[in-house]
């Protein structure tokens, strides 16, 4: 097979290109936890699509059903009339997702991006209340559209607005401050004196592990308190779980462990389950006041991802997947508290819950070397937060045991080799 040239895209393509300057090569086939570029070299990702491929690659199941449905001259495209794959997957969803937690929400189909469903979320808390502010928080990540940039702590990508982002206050999330002072402290004391000059919003927005910004997960009694402050005051709880759900964190949502139930959640990435482009927005009935049409859209009826999705949906029949990613969780994490301990020069601290996880370094510079080095020994990885100071790990939840020790294996070599050159560390 020839090779295409890079420089097709470093001529054609818009400087805005990202992902290729980091993983510099040709991908060209993908099974499962492997990838492989134009010369044959082997990866193992440890990226998924940034979440959006918790399943893997090329699943067998979801590409035969997406195949067969195809061959059959399935409609593709549809905006949001009534079809047979939307059907299919709303009364799966309901059976085996929403049921079985007892989550009472109606699914509204948005553009098929993250951004889009945090979108529909902010516009349906401020028709419902009737208040225009939103809370957002420090190193939450939404999107990069107006309104989803608005509640998105990021200063570089807030800049790209190329206009004031307004009606949102920001608060700072769980250990934004220090391990001492508790934030919502500080927040409530904003609710509650009216000389604070922050106004009841309608609602606030938050992710409960934060992808982008850091690899943060806030503890479960900071969620459990964020839900009654809501509740106190009549504000709506948006829980994006855009990156952090469809079982990235050890459950199918990953606000299950804290018990608590938003009022609004965002999903996209893998809830298409194959990759494929689909977003939904859930709610309680109550707040289903939209007038048809008022949020729409060309491409809300993915039909082909609503194949894959229906399939996907099957690894949650039972809680055989769920214990799965939770003891695998558990080597994972055992791993980065053993990488830690044993290369302190690293300054390293471990960060997140789940399969969404990573290590702090306090070297500057430190987590975009790993990833560096990984991707030259044929793992894919990303670094996360407002400095590129964590290096994320993000395996497809499906991996197994093989995969998982070899990625691991290459994480320790990369650092290893690292803290033996001395390049960066110990300054
Ligand atoms: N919310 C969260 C939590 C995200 O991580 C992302 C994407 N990284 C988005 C929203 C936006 O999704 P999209 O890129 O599909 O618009």
Not at 65 to 80: F, K, N, P, Q
Request: hydrophobic letters at 40%.
């Amino acid at each position: 097979m020839s090779q295409t040239d890079m420089n097709v895209f470093e001529q054609l393509e818009s400087e805005v290109r990202s992902y290729c300057r980091s993983f510099p090569t040709v991908f060209t086939k993908a099974k499962g936890y492997k990838m492989w570029d134009e010369a044959g070299k082997e990866y193992i990702d440890f990226f998924s699509g940034a979440g959006a491929l918790n399943y893997g690659h090329n699943d067998e199941n979801m590409k035969k059903a997406l195949v067969d449905y195809i061959m059959d001259d399935g409609i593709t495209h549809s905006l949001d009339m009534a079809t047979t794959p939307k059907g299919k997957f709303l009364q799966k969803f309901h059976d085996v997702i929403l049921k079985p937690r007892n989550l009472d929400y109606k699914v509204m189909f948005p553009g098929p991006t993250g951004t889009n469903t945090v979108e529909s979320a902010l516009k349906l808390a401020r028709k419902v209340t009737g208040r225009t502010d939103i809370i957002s928080f420090t190193n939450g990540f939404h999107g990069m559209t107006i309104g989803s940039l608005s509640v998105t702590g990021n200063s570089f990508k807030r800049k790209g607005a190329g206009i004031p982002l307004t009606n949102v206050v920001t608060m700072p999330y769980d250990n934004f401050v220090s391990e001492s002072l508790d934030t919502l402290d500080y927040l409530e004391r904003f609710l509650e004196d009216g000389g604070s000059g922050v106004e009841i919003p309608a609602a606030m927005i938050l992710e409960t592990v934060q992808g982008e910004g850091g690899i943060n997960a806030a503890r479960t009694e900071w969620l459990q308190r964020v839900e009654k402050i809501c509740k106190r005051w009549g504000i709506l709880l948006i829980i994006d779980d855009v990156q952090a759900g469809v079982g990235r964190t050890g459950t199918f949502f990953s606000f299950e462990d804290a018990g608590i139930t938003p009022d609004i959640v965002c999903l996209s990435k893998s809830i298409g389950g194959f990759g494929l482009p689909l977003a939904i927005t859930l709610f309680r009935p109550e707040l289903d006041i939209w007038a048809p049409g008022e949020h729409n859209g060309t491409f809300r009826g993915n039909n082909h991802a609503f194949v894959t999705a229906t399939e996907a949906l099957s690894y949650w029949e039972d809680d055989s997947f769920e214990k799965d990613i939770q003891e695998k969780s558990a080597t994972i994490s055992d791993f980065l508290v053993k990488l830690v301990t044993e290369y302190p020069e690293i300054k390293g601290e471990v960060k997140g819950k789940g399969f969404m996880v990573g290590i702090a370094s306090d070297v500057e510079g430190f987590a975009s070397k790993v990833t560096e080095e990984a991707f030259s020994r044929g793992l894919i990885m990303e670094t996360s937060g407002p400095n590129d100071e964590v290096f994320k790990l993000f395996p497809p939840l499906t991996i197994d045991d093989e995969g998982l020790e070899k990625g691991l294996a290459i994480i320790e070599e990369s650092i290893k080799a690292l803290v033996e050159t001395k390049e960066l560390v110990m300054q």
